[in-house]
């Protein structure tokens, strides 16, 4: 029966890593860490090493998870100081925390939205405002039938593409703003009518240039009308890409800590692991209210987790910054107006850049 890894009989005198020399009492490699062993990889081996891994992660585990929700800010001290070997590296584990919770949100939740508009609906329009017109008053002191702008909308989107062509050379006289919103337009009709998706058999069609922005374009203008028709389908790829957009967000809300508590003895990246440890904080609290919702439905639960993070907030900002009550409560509301605001910004922002990527 073959031995285990450990056993002096399968060590080398030179680490098989970095090649570093080895004496048979080196149970380690002094120079990178990797087990002294010349034995082949056996499948006991390997699940072995697995678990094992996997345990002496879990030992970190559980005292982070421990330290971060009953003791708001002492994790953020005690790594700062140099207390690290005892917790899980705050990036990682933020990682860890948002990827399960989004997993466990998924499970339960998805975007199925109607599509916009449809051809029973502007008939539904039409007869209401036959019997009776929606009209809103204007600045002005007049009034607009809603329901006819809306009619008028929906008929302008059944018009044919051709109504609205314009040579490759006229579009060159046009503002940008101006060529690129009729293009786009175009494109939009184009697709619609042919069901083209081919940029290059579209731009052939249109006599366009074939330039890769033309491409592009022609890409989202399609992408637009599939969204048009399923909006849930892009709500639901900007989902999946929240962890790493909030990933690239918080070290942006660990600036504006850093600004407001300057005079504060730390320095940026000492704030940035006390961003990213409440974050963490604010998955796990939230995983487990979807958790209880799930069980006992009803808002109850999200509404306990809103009070329940506010005040781990507060304890935490006071745990780690050490400053009085009064100062804590009103940084604490002003960071508060500083997330949403950047959150507000950032969203916007990723928004757009997940439909350019789409």
């Not at 030992?59 to 998870?65: D, L």
């Not at 939205?113 to 929606?134: A, F, K, M, R, W």
Request: with cysteine; charged share 20%.
């Amino acid at each position: 029966m073959a031995g285990s890894r450990y056993d002096l009989k399968y060590r080398g005198t030179k680490c098989l890593n970095c090649e570093h020399p080895l004496d048979k009492s080196d149970k380690y490699c002094p120079s990178c860490g990797q087990l002294n062993s010349t034995k082949k990889l056996k499948f006991d081996d390997f699940f072995t090493e697995f678990f094992s891994g996997i345990f002496a992660y879990d030992s970190r585990f559980h005292s982070t998870i421990r330290v971060l929700l009953f003791s708001p800010g002492k994790i953020s001290k005690d790594y700062i100081q140099g207390k690290r070997m005892r917790y899980a590296n705050p990036f990682k584990f933020y990682l860890s925390a948002s990827i399960i919770f989004f997993l466990i949100w998924g499970f339960g939740n998805s975007f199925d939205i109607e599509p916009i508009v449809n051809d029973d609906e502007i008939e539904e329009l039409v007869q209401d405002s036959i019997t009776g017109p929606n009209m809103i008053p204007t600045p002005g002191g007049k009034e607009i039938n809603l329901d006819s702008l809306i009619i008028n909308q929906q008929r302008n989107a059944k018009k044919p593409y051709r109504e609205f062509y314009k040579p490759h050379e006229e579009l060159d006289t046009m503002s940008y703003l101006d060529a690129e919103n009729l293009k786009f337009d175009l494109y939009s009709r184009f697709y619609k009518e042919t069901t083209i998706r081919n940029a290059e058999t579209a731009m052939d069609s249109l006599s366009y240039p074939q330039t890769s922005y033309n491409h592009w374009l022609y890409k989202k203008a399609v992408d637009w009308n599939t969204l048009k028709e399923n909006p849930g389908l892009f709500l639901n790829y900007f989902i999946n890409k929240l962890p790493f957009i909030i990933f690239f967000y918080l070290p942006v809300f660990a600036l504006f800590i850093w600004l407001l508590y300057i005079r504060r003895p730390f320095n940026y990246i000492e704030h940035l692991v006390f961003t990213f440890h409440v974050q963490t904080t604010f998955f796990i609290l939230l995983s487990l209210a979807l958790f209880v919702d799930y069980l006992f439905p009803g808002n109850w639960a999200f509404i306990l987790f809103n009070f329940i993070f506010a005040f781990y907030l507060y304890k935490a900002l006071r745990g780690f910054y050490c400053q009085g009550r009064v100062k804590t409560i009103v940084k604490f509301m002003l960071l508060n107006l500083i997330f949403f605001i950047l959150a507000g910004i950032a969203t916007i922002i990723s928004i757009l850049a997940s439909f350019a990527i789409y």
